[in-house]
C-alpha cells in the first residue's frame, strides 16, 4: 500500500499528516551534555516537547528548522525523523513525502534540503516545494500575492 505524507516543519510547529493521522509537536531539538549529578553518560537529546524540558537547562543547545527564513538541516532532518516515526507507518508500506520550506527559499537551498532527507530517511520518494504552493494548489489558482502569518514571520 501506498502513503502520502504531508510534512511542514514551521519555525513554530512540525505538523505531519498521512490521511489517518494528524502529529504536532514544537519545532525545536534540544541537547546538552549531562551534569556531574546524573547518571547518564551520553549527550541528553529531544525534540518537541521533550526538547523544551531540556531547553530549560542553562547548558542546553537549542536549534530551530528555520533562522532567519533559511533552512537548519540539523535540527529539519531530527524533527523530520520524529514526526514519521510519531504516524507509525507499516514498513511495507510505499511512503511518499511532500513537505514545504518558506518562500524565500531558494531552489538550490530546496535541493540540499530534499538531498538530505533523501538520504537519511527511508522513503520511496521525497518533494520540497515552497509554501505558498499549497496555498495556490488548494485554491486553484494560477498566481496570487502571497502574505505569509505563520509563527516566524509576518
Not at 516537547?49 to 532567519?68: F, G, H, S, T, V
Request: aromatic share 8%.
Amino acid at each position: 500500500m501506498a502513503k502520502v505524507i504531508d510534512l511542514d516543519i514551521g519555525s513554530g510547529y512540525t505538523k505531519c499528516f498521512d490521511g489517518d493521522s494528524r502529529i504536532i509537536f514544537p519545532s525545536i531539538y534540544a541537547y546538552r551534555q549531562p551534569t556531574i549529578w546524573e547518571d547518564a553518560a551520553e549527550t541528553i537529546e529531544g525534540v518537541g516537547e521533550r526538547a523544551l524540558e531540556i531547553a530549560r537547562y542553562p547548558n542546553a543547545i537549542k536549534l530551530y528548522p528555520i533562522l532567519d527564513g533559511k533552512p537548519q538541516h540539523g535540527a529539519l532532518l531530527k524533527l523530520a525523523k520524529e514526526a514519521i516515526c510519531r504516524l507509525k507507518l507499516d514498513p511495507s508500506d510505499a511512503v511518499y513525502l511532500v513537505s514545504g520550506l518558506p518562500y524565500e527559499t531558494g531552489k538550490q537551498e530546496r535541493e540540499r534540503v530534499k538531498q538530505t532527507l533523501k538520504e537519511n530517511l527511508s522513503l520511496s520518494e521525497i518533494a520540497v516545494y515552497l509554501h505558498s504552493l499549497g496555498t495556490l494548489f488548494d485554491l486553484d489558482l494560477d498566481s496570487a500575492t502571497i502574505i505569509n502569518v505563520g509563527h516566524g514571520t509576518t
